[in-house]
């Protein structure tokens, strides 16, 4: 599968992703990468990696993958640093939650050879935890990994990049970068804007302790992913910007219909919309269910 994996960004992406392809029994050194010492000497010492570094170019020396799992703000700046010490061979992939931004970044920084290489990628899997302590070998098990390859990528290098993911347990879908980010912008990055939003309104009314007190059980499971990474889903707004707008903007005028309906006591407006919001929810819901504990 690999000689020397070197993952960038060892946290809850990269260090599952390190764990499943060690219990897949992937015999390649893997090498993790990243910022702040003491979070590498975990991955370490918890067994995701074999070693690692806080120097990328010494981290990617001999690397044949590489994988870059760090949030969607830091990719440009790797790809810049990056590009001075890849091996000729290397194939490289990342795992952002948005593809549009990525893939500009890396036209821009990469030499045409290591362009052939790069397949963008996108796991959707995840858990509104982070870091390499939440990191766990099953997150990708029967998860949807869509890679997004790009017209200059060598057949090879995605057939190599397919096989690591199915390696992890996933089931490997392909994509335009453009329908990549529609697609995510509706399923997932919508709903965690709502779930923020909510969230944050209530926090800021006088009565909050009340409200909260008095949350149940929907409340929780409407607002678990407003627990995620705020520094994440900050750069997943400004990357996939155009198409998370434009959703907020369907989500408002459809709310504002809703909530004409309801001053205006038009209680056959206010059932369409239920109605026809359960049985879509209900036609779906063994697809959803299949995925309940996984927020992208
Ligand atoms: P995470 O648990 O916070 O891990 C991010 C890792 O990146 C940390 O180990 C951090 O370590 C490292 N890092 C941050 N900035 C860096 C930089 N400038 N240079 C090198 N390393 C850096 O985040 P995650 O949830 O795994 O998300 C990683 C990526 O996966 C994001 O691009 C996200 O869009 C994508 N993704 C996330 C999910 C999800 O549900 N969480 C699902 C699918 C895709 P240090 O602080 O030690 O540098």
Redesign the pocket.
């Known amino acids: 599968m690999f000689k020397r994996l070197c993952i960038?960004?060892?946290?809850?992406?990269?260090?599952?992703l390190a764990r499943a392809l060690r219990a897949a029994g992937a015999k390649g050194e893997i090498v993790g990468?990243?910022?702040?010492?003491?979070?590498?000497r975990l991955?370490r010492d918890l067994g995701v990696i074999d070693c690692y570094e806080t120097d990328?170019a010494t981290a990617v020396a001999g690397a044949d993958v590489v994988v870059?799992?760090?949030?969607?703000?830091?990719?440009a700046?790797?790809f810049t640093s990056l590009c001075d010490h890849l091996e000729a061979d290397c194939v490289i992939t990342?795992?952002?939650?948005?593809k549009g931004s990525v893939v500009n970044e890396a036209r821009a920084a990469l030499t045409a050879g290591q362009l052939a290489r790069f397949v963008p990628g996108?796991?959707?899997?995840?858990?509104?935890?982070?870091?390499?302590e939440?990191?766990f070998a099953e997150l990708f098990h029967q998860r949807r990994v869509i890679l997004t390859p790009l017209d200059e990528n060598l057949p090879e290098a995605v057939a190599r990049i397919r096989l690591l993911w199915e390696a992890a347990g996933s089931e490997v879908t392909e994509m335009s970068v453009a329908h990549h980010d529609t697609v995510l912008a509706a399923t997932s990055h919508l709903p965690h804007m709502l779930a923020y939003t909510l969230v944050d309104t209530l926090a800021r009314m006088h009565d909050k302790d009340e409200i909260f007190g008095y949350a149940a059980g929907g409340f929780r499971d409407f607002t678990r992913i407003a627990s995620?990474?705020p520094?994440?889903w900050r750069?997943?707004c400004i990357a996939n910007r155009e198409a998370i707008l434009g959703m907020i903007g369907r989500f408002q005028a459809d709310l504002t219909l809703l909530a004409e309906a309801i001053e205006a006591g038009d209680s056959s407006v206010i059932s369409d919309v239920f109605n026809r919001a359960k049985a879509a929810r209900d036609r779906y819901a063994g697809r959803l269910d299949a995925s309940a504990d996984?927020?992208?």
């Open positions: 960038v960004g060892v946290g809850l992406i990269g260090g599952s990468c990243g910022r702040d010492p003491d979070h590498l991955a990328l870059l799992s760090t949030p969607l703000g830091a990719m700046g790797l990342d795992v952002g939650s948005s996108h796991p959707i899997a995840g858990t509104e935890k982070s870091g390499v939440a990191s995620s990474d520094v994440m750069d997943v996984v927020i992208e």
